[in-house]
């Protein structure tokens, strides 16, 4: 090869459009190259949050920042995932964070629920989450350690002998409250000590111990007698499941299942021979001959009643005689 400009200036070149690769493939800046999924998220505050900031899920890198405008008095954040093994669901949510009180902003966003549905079409719209401000944070911080600075400061200003001596002053003016009070207070705890009144009898009387004790001893008691039920309902519920008894031969017996199932069938069939009218109560139940017949008897002995009324006692006698004879 010869070491011509041309050939100098090339190798420059190449070596140039190489470096520009590695430095933008390093920041984030090849991603526009790449296929991915646009997603968007709408912030309060997207806190010093620029074009080109990264998408992280989990710590990982997944996308980068790809506008960010404003609408309806908010800032709408759109994003493009790159990492194809990364999911973003319906119901993940976006937030803006920081590595750091200096470190750069990126948007984080969450796996969602494992029931929540894949985004498979663009331009979706996220659920936010906005993070406290640290800002304010430390502005409030700041107000109140000022606030603390100045107590500490009329504290400064206060001497500690002004202050005993006030507190002597003000006891040597209310001496006779104050050795009231101290008697009061000396005569009551005596009365205490001594058993008399409600707070010396509950502190002194062993009744209320031994009434305590009593309760406690009951309590107990019951506590051992329902345990004992329950051991019992648990003994009945075992011998149940064992097939033991007559509620347990009919819980855990399969033939009773199949007399059931054949009584229900034998049922069936018998109705299915009713409704088709075989048998005598099929006749009885679906026949109109006798129906009919039945009527067209009762109408004879209406009619053999009404002339039997029509002739008199000793002709009915007469008649009822004759085949007699």
């Not at 991915?36 to 996308?63: C, P, S, W, Y």
């Not at 803006?96 to 990126?106: A, C």
């Amino acid at each position: 090869m010869r070491n011509t400009l041309e050939t100098r200036l090339g190798i420059f070149f190449a070596l140039a459009i190489v470096a520009a690769v590695i430095i933008l493939e390093m920041i984030g800046g090849m991603d526009f190259l790449r296929h991915g999924l646009h997603v968007n998220a709408r912030f309060n505050n997207i806190q010093e949050l620029k074009i080109g900031d990264a998408v992280k899920m989990a710590g990982k890198t997944i996308g980068r920042v790809e506008a960010i405008e404003l609408a309806d008095q908010q800032v709408v954040v759109r994003m493009k995932i790159t990492d194809r093994t990364a999911v973003v669901r319906t119901d993940s949510k976006a937030t803006v964070k920081f590595s750091g009180l200096m470190g750069q902003n990126y948007v984080a966003i969450d796996f969602g629920t494992p029931g929540g549905v894949p985004i498979d079409r663009p331009d979706q719209t996220l659920e936010s989450y906005e993070q406290a401000d640290v800002a304010n944070l430390v502005t409030k911080l700041d107000s109140v350690a000022g606030d603390i600075k100045k107590i500490t400061g009329n504290l400064t200003d206060v001497k500690l002998d002004d202050l005993v001596g006030l507190a002597v002053d003000v006891i040597k003016e209310n001496r006779t409250n104050v050795y009231a009070i101290l008697t009061n207070a000396h005569m009551i705890s005596e009365k205490i000590n001594a058993g008399q009144g409600t707070l010396g009898r509950l502190i002194a009387d062993d009744a209320l111990y031994q009434s305590a004790l009593s309760t406690v001893t009951n309590l107990n008691t019951t506590a051992e007698d329902v345990q004992g039920i329950v051991e019992e309902a648990k003994a009945v519920v075992a011998g149940i499941r064992a097939g033991q008894g007559t509620l347990g031969r009919l819980t855990t017996d399969d033939r009773l299942y199949a007399e059931i199932t054949e009584a229900a069938t034998n049922l069936k069939e018998i109705l299915q021979k009713v409704n088709r009218g075989d048998g005598s109560v099929g006749k009885l139940v679906n026949d109109q001959t006798l129906i009919d017949n039945a009527k067209l008897t009762l109408q004879k002995l209406d009619k053999a009643t009404e002339s039997l009324e029509d002739q008199g006692p000793l002709s009915v006698i007469g008649i009822l005689v004759n085949p007699l004879f």
